[in-house]
């Protein structure tokens, strides 16, 4: 199965925003960008909107496609695509993850990150953001 999600790069000065998925969600204690999975019609900024809004409590604008690729994983295929969030407003909720942490992009490895999500650090630290 392939599953399309939409996820968003939150910045804040040299570090970016990630979630720890609570006990409650699939792949708990597990670490992601903020997102979500597409659903038909809505565009895929609609989406990261929407995911963002159900997720942290935050209305975001979302900025330029940072990049896609598809990654496999368990069973399914995931089409991810990344967007950067150029600003937001509100205070964070913790709707669907148990911890939030800025982060700089060196440091992914310290956290147990979704495997699909790896790749957009390493990019980053290529571009030595």
Do not use: Q
């Not at 925003?17 to 204690?29: D, F, K, N, V, Y």
Request: aromatic residues 14%; hydrophobic residues 35%.
């Amino acid at each position: 199965m392939i599953i399309k999600v939409i996820a968003g790069i939150i910045y804040k000065k040299d570090k970016i925003l990630i979630g720890r998925r609570s006990p409650i969600e699939s792949l708990a204690g597990m670490w992601e960008f903020p997102g979500g999975k597409h659903e038909k019609g809505e565009t895929h900024k609609e989406c990261l909107k929407r995911e963002l809004m159900e997720e942290l409590e935050i209305d975001a604008e979302i900025g330029d496609l940072l990049t896609n690729y598809k990654y496999p994983y368990l069973e399914n295929i995931y089409d991810l695509w990344f967007y950067n969030v150029e600003k937001y407003t509100g205070d964070f909720k913790l709707n669907v993850h148990d911890k939030l942490k800025w982060i700089k992009p060196k440091d992914y490895v310290l956290y147990n990150l979704l495997p699909g999500d790896t790749p957009i650090f390493d990019m980053l630290i290529k571009n030595n953001f």
